[in-house]
């Protein structure tokens, strides 16, 4: 197989702007920490998981500094949802996209636990690492 220089710097060129796109809805990602954390202690005091925004008095807006991220909405049960594509990105494989973050109650001998669950429909060029295998963000 030969290869020419000038589809290999395609092939870069395609993996670098894949990178750069995830790190983008990474960022869009970490932009939920303090969401998480406030309906982690609303759970560790009220024993359930909140039903509302309104009950974790979470009231900070969404950045829009973010290219990548439309909205963040957080749904009953402390079910954060993440909506991608802004005006200022038009790439089909991301606009209308989300990433899901559901929380789950994990019983421990001592004590219990919320463990974040990830899914997405994204493609898994643009899915960040930790939505990738679906498994749990501690």
């Not at 395609?14 to 309906?39: C, V």
């Not at 990433?99 to 001998?109: C, M, S, Y």
């Not at 636990?113 to 994204?122: A, E, G, K, P, Q």
Request: proline share 4%; charged share 25%; glycine share 6%.
């Amino acid at each position: 197989l030969v290869r020419s220089r000038g589809s290999e710097m395609c092939i870069r060129d395609r993996a670098y702007s894949d990178y750069k796109i995830r790190d983008g809805i990474s960022k869009s990602l970490d932009l939920t920490l303090d969401i998480q954390e406030k309906i982690t202690e609303y759970w560790k005091t009220n024993k359930h998981l909140p039903t509302a925004i309104s009950s974790i008095n979470f009231f900070k807006n969404t950045p829009s500094s973010n290219d990548y991220l439309n909205t963040i909405i957080i749904n009953d049960g402390g079910i954060i949802e993440i909506n991608l594509g802004s005006s200022k990105i038009t790439n089909q494989k991301i606009v209308g996209k989300k990433i899901t973050l559901r929380p789950v109650i994990e019983k421990g001998f001592f004590s219990d636990n919320i463990t974040w669950v990830c899914s997405t429909d994204l493609e898994k060029a643009y899915t960040p690492p930790v939505c990738q295998s679906s498994t749990a963000i501690k």
